[in-house]
């Protein structure tokens, strides 16, 4: 650390999704000096981390992956479910599956109307544009899976590349065709605010080398490196934020921190922007004295600032798979249990990133409450929550369940994956174990992911020590009515299944993981029980919001209670918005650099 020269004007804890897009527009301006300070190591040259279709081989590895596992979950018969976080630069958008989503304007009105001003659609869509530079799709690709819907003057001109691959065969084209004759053809590109239907996502690859295109390629260039005012340390861990107590409130003035070779020091800043993820900025919070009174007292630690909320109002999107093989000549992901067929691959990768390893090929769609009859009328939407309204009492609730009555608001987003998914695990070793193919067949996986769960989880310190991960509890199914949706929709599967000409790429009375039939409403529960775990978008857990209705950060992202302290990641979302949040946490980072460079000017 010798070449740390002090003091800063920003210290960013964590080198991630949102601290590397808030380092690189902070340090566009020359007079600023801002540090980034990075457990992991800069794996951006790795394989592993470059080649799409290797993203499997870093879950579960020390390198790559902190590795969280759950409390047991009671409303998953009690199994303990797994969560890839990154440990590198670039952190979580390192080993995602590069899945790029839009959010409905419902979604984040919903963000405003928790009391968030200028944290609506209207103030956010500028940043859903600036945060990516979206490539038009192929002919080819508009062959198969359509997109007559994309809008190619919707392009953004950001740094995250994000394109469509050429590698989409039958079964994307076909999910396409069913959704339509169950009445969800998408009429509408998802990136304006609106639509229902089965449609392609991008992915953020990079279509000029087909690599992931991710934080730390984007945000963290050989130019932007190179700027005389950023500075960037990895394998150092921050242990706490360090205050200054003298005056009425705390005021964050540095960061002890310690480096790989054990030595240990105070770097000082004038702000300090945690930036470390929905599981490890509370993490840091409740560890430097910010938290709830009687926690911090039982593991000594000295309370600065009592706020009960930190760690807390926890959301994730729950994600239920189900697994159904396929006809012989239907491609699947799953040869890639042939050593051989993936030498091959990777040694066509090589020559200039060809081939599938190169592509994001997960097709999706985004569906109102439906069942096993089709899409729910208005009248079964509000009898079903109706009969449950005693789980929707509390404001966040309210606001989610009159989003999920709306008629053009997607209740779930449906995936199709081109493989084998083994969720049905008692307490997998990592990410690895679901997505390995260990069942002789190939199969092609349909999954269910609740977009706005009503279920509340938390992440807590268990100890004073900061090499022990935090206690992560997702607390899924908590509420009643996220298995109810869940359940409904796995009967949808099942109509969905057997709509040509979807359902006749799977071999009649093939096998399916899990082996139950989703055609009662009771199997279907099962089936959630048994199949479901994290999509791994942690959010929520230190809330944007006014503090008395459980915020941890105001709308200009500081910390309640102390001065000079920001979160800018996906913790202060106030609510999971829907779809694959990648794009949410660009855009949180992007408008929270904004704000940073606002206050600064005021301050001058």
């Known amino acids: ?141 508009r062959d198969v899976v359509g997109l007559e819907y994309h809008d190619d003057s919707v392009v953004g001109n950001g740094p995250i590349q994000v394109c469509y691959s050429e590698g989409y065969s039958k079964p994307n084209s076909v999910w396409m065709e069913a959704f339509a004759k169950l009445g969800l053809e998408m009429k509408s590109d998802t990136r304006t605010g609106k639509g229902l239907g089965a449609f392609q996502q991008g992915g953020s690859i990079d279509p000029a080398s087909n690599t992931r295109s991710y934080a730390a390629n984007a945000h963290y260039t050989p130019d932007i490196a190179s700027r005389p005012n950023l500075t960037v340390i990895t394998e150092t861990i921050v242990k706490k934020i360090v205050f200054d107590t003298s005056g009425a409130e705390p005021v964050a003035v540095g960061v002890l921190v310690r480096s790989k070779d054990g030595t240990e020091k105070v770097l000082s800043g004038d702000e300090i922007i945690l930036a470390a ?39 994730d999107h729950p994600i239920t798979c189900q697994s159904f093989e396929v006809n012989p000549e239907v ?74 009555e709306e008629p053009d608001e997607p209740t779930v987003e449906y995936f199709l994956f081109p493989g084998q998914v083994h969720t049905v ?66 009967q949808f599967v099942e109509l969905l299944r057997r709509t040509s000409p979807f359902g006749d790429i799977f071999k009649p009375n093939g096998a399916r993981i899990p082996q139950v039939e989703g055609d009662t409403l009771e199997n279907a529960r099962e089936i959630v029980r048994q199949s479901q775990v994290s999509d791994f978008h942690p959010a929520c857990s230190l809330s944007m919001k006014p503090r008395e209705q459980g915020g941890v950060v105001d709308n200009r992202l500081r910390v309640y209670g102390t001065k000079g302290l920001r979160v800018v990641d996906a913790s202060v979302f106030p609510l999971q918005p829907a779809g694959n949040i990648q794009s949410m946490v660009y855009t949180v980072a992007e408008k929270a650099a904004d704000l940073i460079k606002e206050d600064r000017k005021a301050k001058d």
């Open 331 to 404: 491609p699947s992901g799953d040869v890639l249990r042939d050593p051989n067929i993936l030498n091959a691959l990777v040694q066509q990768f090589q020559d200039g990133g060809k081939g599938p390893l190169g592509q994001s090929n997960i097709s999706v769609a985004y569906s109102p409450l439906a069942d096993g009859e089709g899409i729910c009328s208005e009248d079964a939407r509000k009898a079903l929550f109706a009969s449950y309204s005693e789980h929707a009492e509390t404001l966040d609730g309210k606001v989610v369940r009159k989003l999920l």
């Open 425 to 490: 695990l008692d307490n997998p070793a990592s990410m690895a174990d679901y997505l390995l193919p260990t069942s002789p067949e190939n199969y092609l996986t349909v999954m269910i992911m609740l977009n706005h769960p009503f279920s509340r989880g938390s992440v807590h310190i268990s100890s004073a020590n900061v090499d022990e991960l935090p206690t992560w509890d997702p607390n899924f199914n908590s509420n009643p009515l996220d298995l109810e949706i869940s359940a409904r929709h796995v």
């Open 277 to 315: 993820g929905a599981l490890m900025s509370p993490q840091i919070l409740e560890l430097s004295g910010v938290g709830k009174r009687s926690l911090l007292e039982s593991l000594n630690i000295p309370v600065l600032v009592d706020n009960p909320n930190v760690g807390e109002n926890l959301q």
């Open 1 to 141: 650390m010798g070449s740390v020269v002090e003091p800063f004007d920003y210290i960013i804890v964590g080198g991630g999704t949102a601290g590397l897009t808030v380092a690189n527009r902070l340090s566009e301006d020359a007079d600023v000096k801002v540090l980034v300070i990075e457990a992991g190591q800069d794996r951006s040259n790795d394989p592993l981390v470059q080649c799409p279709g290797l993203v499997v081989g870093q879950y579960g590895k020390p390198e790559y992956d902190w590795n969280f596992s759950s409390t047991p979950q009671s409303g998953l018969n009690n199994r303990i479910i797994n969560q890839a976080r990154g440990k590198q630069l670039g952190g979580s958008s390192a080993l995602n599956f590069m899945m790029l989503l839009y959010p409905p304007r419902g979604s984040l009105d919903a963000w405003g109307a928790l009391g968030n001003k200028g944290w609506d659609y209207d103030s956010l869509s500028p940043y859903l544009n600036k945060f990516a530079t979206v490539h038009a799709p192929s002919q080819i690709t």
